[in-house]
């Protein structure tokens, strides 16, 4: 069955109410936070393939996301990057779509149509945007999620997760009309981000995943706290200390970032209306946290 450019796989299941969980790779997926989550979801739940596009090389360009072969029962198979949808059902609902989506290089807005499609056509009662960005912040410290919840609320409350709507302003991805899409049909949309140290840059930070599945299982009953892989993520950033301690600068770098992230934090939990208390900070480190800034801008939108 064809819903836009996507291949839905038959007999097409009826799903009740259903969650959307969408990441977009390589935008905000940094530390593979997103993929990682929802891969964990999936399992979790028992996911099966919904469908892919028919054509993705409509869309990507595939000298930016290449192509892998491998050898398969003596054959050599070649695996295109697609786009590709789950779905979970649970007993009592609501029912689970994961949407594992790349950028698009080209025919963004056909791209974007498509997939709001089959929002529409599954009648998904709420959509949620997973993903992570590098950002000022220590290692050391609980890592920071900002994200926004509309009038979903939480069933508890988890520390360092803020609330917010970006007031960014400028260059950004061609994914943000599924957001505009969403709210035009009256969705539910959510959103979560966290916040990564830009020094580590690890290629899988289970720390992060930790951190999304937290958050989650703060909004969603069905989730379980304990689906998180916090020791995994532990030990990661436990060897991120043994190759810090090398490194004079980074570790003086990584307390003043302490001592800004603690400022903040003490700021907020007084709710104080003042400005946050003033920091001292080198040279050094305030053009790093400028600069760093600056890059990090764009990605930091909803």
Same mark, same amino acid.
């Given at each position: ?6 291949? !839905?796989? &038959? ?40 469908? =892919? ?14 192509? +892998? !072969? =491998? ?40 791209? +974007?149509?498509?997939?709001?499609? @089959? ?17 000022? @912040?220590?290692? +050391? ?14 069933? =508890? ?24 899409? @969403? ?5 539910? %949309? ?22 999304? !599945? #937290? @958050? ?15 020791? =995994?993520?532990?030990? /990661?950033?436990?060897? $991120?200390?043994?190759?810090? &301690? ?7 770098? !990584?307390?003043?970032? #302490?001592?800004?992230?603690?400022? /903040?934090? *003490?700021?907020?939990? +007084? ?7 003033? $920091? ?9 946290? %400028? ?8 990605? *930091?939108?909803?």
């Amino acid at each position: 069955m064809r819903i836009g450019a996507f291949e !839905i796989h &038959e007999p097409v299941p009826e799903l009740k109410e259903p969650h959307v969980f969408a990441m977009v790779r390589p935008w905000v997926d940094v530390g593979s936070v997103g993929t990682l989550t929802l891969n964990r979801l999936e399992r979790y739940l028992g996911s099966k393939e919904l469908g =892919r596009l028919v054509r993705p090389g409509n869309f990507f360009d595939f000298t930016r996301y290449r192509p +892998t !072969i =491998r050898t398969v029962k003596d054959k050599r198979e070649v695996k295109i990057p697609n786009s590709i949808i789950r779905y979970a059902q649970t007993e009592n609902g609501p029912d689970y779509m994961f949407f594992h989506l790349l950028e698009p290089h080209s025919n963004g807005e056909d791209y +974007t149509d498509s997939i709001m499609e @089959v929002v529409k056509h599954f009648n998904v009662k709420r959509y949620c945007r997973l993903g992570a960005m590098y950002d000022a @912040v220590p290692h +050391t410290r609980p890592l920071l999620v900002t994200g926004s919840l509309g009038d979903v609320p939480q069933i =508890r409350s988890v520390p360092n997760f803020r609330v917010r709507r970006s007031n960014y302003q400028g260059p950004t991805t061609i994914m943000n009309l599924l957001s505009e899409g @969403v709210e035009g049909a009256d969705i539910e %949309s959510i959103n979560f981000m966290v916040h990564l140290p830009q020094y580590a840059q690890l290629e899988e930070d289970y720390a992060g995943t930790s951190r999304m !599945i #937290e @958050v989650l299982s703060s909004v969603y009953e069905n989730i379980p706290a304990d689906l998180a892989p916090v020791r =995994r993520g532990q030990r /990661q950033y436990r060897e $991120l200390n043994a190759t810090i &301690e090398r490194n004079t600068e980074l570790k003086e770098l !990584i307390k003043q970032m #302490e001592a800004y992230y603690d400022a /903040q934090l *003490d700021a907020e939990e +007084t709710k104080s209306e003042q400005e946050a208390p003033s $920091l001292s900070l080198s040279p050094e480190i305030e053009k790093f946290l %400028s600069e760093l800034g600056e890059r990090l801008e764009s990605d *930091d939108e909803e």
